[in-house]
């Protein structure tokens, strides 16, 4: 079985642009979450998304958006660049809510 | 406030030797937990983890986890270290949420420590 992947694996962009990240999950699987690595927050949770609906928010501002579509593909959204906004974002599926996660490689956003 | 605590940033250890990298949760009820491992740019791995059951929990690569419910901990553990487990490791929390049914609360994850076993 193929792992998540994300698209792009890296991205540059300028303050006040807008961004949108891509992942797929395994096969078969339906609960996808995106969360937020920097050093020096750590793993920040962003949203987590169940057949379509989002089960579960994070702490942060409305700049950050997420959807999933019906086969369990994910994107999220973050409007209005800022600098703090570089980091890794990582995404992870699994089979149901309760199992472990599997995670992608990440996507590393710089904001300059 | 939910929360997940590992109190070392860093554990060093010489190859050989046994390993312990602590974690302790406060999440209402009975949480799952979990390990995840995180190599050099590369996404987090998961480890082992504990939903119900025995107590002590074994994983990937050898590593294992000690369930203690009093202490709110759940310690990951290793008899041996061996210079390539030297990585990230995040332990992470997940409260079964107000609703019993298919709703689940969300994960919460340490903030990481740094293993690195010397030669």
């Known amino acids: 079985k193929a792992g998540v992947t994300q698209t792009p694996r890296y991205l540059i962009k300028t303050r006040g642009q807008q961004v949108t990240l891509s992942c797929s999950p395994i096969s078969g699987h339906r609960s996808v979450s995106w969360y937020q690595q920097t050093p020096g927050q750590g793993l920040q949770f962003l949203f987590e998304y169940f057949s379509e609906t989002q089960r579960n928010k994070g702490n942060f501002p409305g700049r950050f958006s997420g959807r999933q579509f019906s086969n369990s593909r994910s994107e999220m959204n973050v409007s209005t660049l800022e600098l703090g906004d570089s980091a890794l974002y990582l995404c992870?599926?699994?089979?149901?809510?309760?199992?472990?996660?599997?995670f992608g490689p990440g996507t590393r956003l710089t904001v300059l | 406030a939910q929360s997940v605590a590992q109190p070392e940033d860093q554990v060093n250890v010489a190859e050989g030797n046994p390993l312990t990298v602590k974690c302790t949760y406060s999440v209402s009820g009975n949480p799952y937990l979990f390990w995840y491992v995180q190599y050099p740019n590369r996404g987090l791995q998961f480890l082992l983890k504990?939903?119900?059951?025995?107590?002590l929990v074994k994983g990937s690569y050898g590593f294992e986890a000690e369930f203690n419910k009093s202490q709110t901990s759940f310690h990951l553990k290793k008899p041996s270290a061996l210079v390539s487990d030297s990585a990230l490791y995040f332990c992470?929390?997940?409260?079964?949420?107000?609703?019993?049914?298919?709703?689940?609360?969300?994960?919460?994850f340490g903030r990481g420590t740094q293993l690195t076993v010397w030669p």
């Open positions: 992470a929390v997940r409260d079964r949420g107000a609703d019993r049914g298919s709703t689940l609360g969300r994960l919460y």
């Open positions: 504990y939903i119900t059951g025995d107590n």
């Open positions: 992870a599926s699994s089979l149901k809510a309760v199992d472990e996660q599997f």
